[in-house]
């Protein structure tokens, strides 16, 4: 099935002058011709392995046929490590001159200084989803380029659970999972990491209650200790009746096989898990999450954007942001989505039947915050979550989760 992703995609790509290093003398970079078209550059890119990997070395590939002068080298760090590394490898000098990262590290990259502002924001925003400009926002100032979009939902076997009896609330998942368990000894109705806030955050999420605030940058509160998120998470810790396993023992890589196996009717992940669940031989199908108790539309998860980001500290930023615009051209998005599955981050048509599920559940998503508080999230967010599945009073875990985060 072809389908359209959000707003109109701009065909042309920009028209960048290459202007060499911001490091170069003022006078030519003020004249914005600071460096020749002819002279020789070569842009290191640090991406992770399994699929983005291939994509900058194809793309670079590509970017190269028609900027003969320049080469983009592909170096191997990890999505999860790049924030950390550039802070170490950016002010000697042996950092990339481009680097992905998730769009949560960003208020963690801008108040370290490492990062430069998207060029012609205007027209990047533009072209890319909503979602993605404004996840790459911040303080009022653009930065980076999305080269993907992601959100998780509600996967489900088809070989045990009909696409007609898939649950549009969760509690009507808890009767069936209870009844589908009752039935099936050796197989569970339901699974998920109910150790990671990336997936439990949507139990804090009814009545428009969103972390760190309605935009995302209150800093005053977590908003994970509200009267909505309490009840939410009480709810969570109920569901400890249906999948009786001791959060340990419901890793992401455990739930994931598990459901990969055929050994669970319904689990909760994302587009990444496309191909291995597809190359497993699963007839499954994709759907947005149920809705929370008192609620009528899908529970609001986290919606991520994967950004390519300028280092502070290149050589040749203006090359660099130039190959980073090449990266949203529908050509490369299209190519993006062959080598990964990941949702592309512009106005582009990808052929895939589970592409209506997560786009249903975008519509509910929120971007990630990516203030600096954010660094403090996972850990205390992931330990407290564990706490209220094994039976912690949830007042009390989520009060104490709210002081850890905002330190005052």
Avoid at 56 to 71: D, R
Avoid at 182 to 201: E, L, R
Avoid at 366 to 372: D, G, K, R
Wanted: with cysteine; aromatic share 10%.
């Amino acid at each position: 099935m072809k389908i359209k992703i959000a707003s109109v995609c701009v065909a042309a790509a920009m028209a960048l002058a290459l202007s060499g290093c911001a490091k170069k003398d003022a006078a030519s970079a003020a004249a914005g011709n600071g460096g020749s078209k002819t002279e020789k550059v070569e842009l290191t890119v640090w991406e992770s392995l399994s699929g983005p990997d291939q994509f900058i070395i194809q793309a670079g590939q590509a970017y190269t046929k028609t900027h003969p002068n320049v080469a983009v080298n592909f170096v191997n760090v990890e999505l999860g490590d790049t924030s950390g590394q550039i802070a170490l490898d950016g002010p000697g000098g042996v950092g990339p001159d481009l680097f992905v990262a998730p769009h949560d590290k960003l208020g963690e990259l801008v108040t370290g200084g490492h990062i430069k502002p998207t060029v012609d924001p205007e027209g990047v925003t533009k072209e890319v989803l909503g979602a993605c400009s404004q996840a790459l926002t911040y303080d009022g100032t653009m930065y980076g380029y999305p080269v993907s979009a992601e959100t998780y939902a509600l996967f489900y076997n088809k070989a045990l659970i009909s696409e007609s009896d898939v649950p549009k609330t969760w509690e009507d998942l808890a009767k069936w999972a209870k009844d589908f368990n009752a039935k099936n000894p050796n197989k569970y109705g339901f699974v998920m990491d109910v150790g990671n806030g990336y997936y439990t955050i949507i139990f804090t999420t009814a009545k428009h209650n969103r972390l760190f605030g309605p935009t995302g940058a209150d800093t005053s509160s977590s908003y994970l200790n509200t009267p909505a998120a309490v009840s939410g998470m009480k709810f969570f810790q109920s569901l400890h009746g249906i999948l009786n396993i001791p959060a340990a023992d419901l890793a992401t890589a455990t739930c994931d096989a598990a459901f990969q196996s055929g050994n669970a009717a319904m689990h909760i992940t994302g587009l990444w898990n496309i191909k291995p669940f597809e190359d497993a031989g699963l007839d499954f199908g994709v759907a947005p999450l149920p809705s929370l108790p008192g609620e009528s539309t899908p529970a609001a998860s986290f919606s991520g954007t994967r950004a390519m980001f300028v280092s502070e500290y290149s050589d040749h930023a203006a090359e660099a942001a130039d190959f980073a615009r090449f990266l949203l051209t529908p050509e490369m998005q299209q190519l993006r989505f062959n080598l990964t599955g990941a949702m592309p981050s512009i106005n582009t048509q990808v052929s895939s039947k589970y592409m209506p599920g997560f786009l249903k559940q975008l519509d509910y998503a929120f971007p990630m915050p990516s203030i600096p508080e954010m660094g403090a999230f996972w850990d205390t967010m992931g330990n407290t979550s564990k706490n209220i599945w094994e039976g912690a009073d949830v007042q009390k875990e989520l009060d104490a989760c709210n002081a850890a985060i905002i330190k005052k």
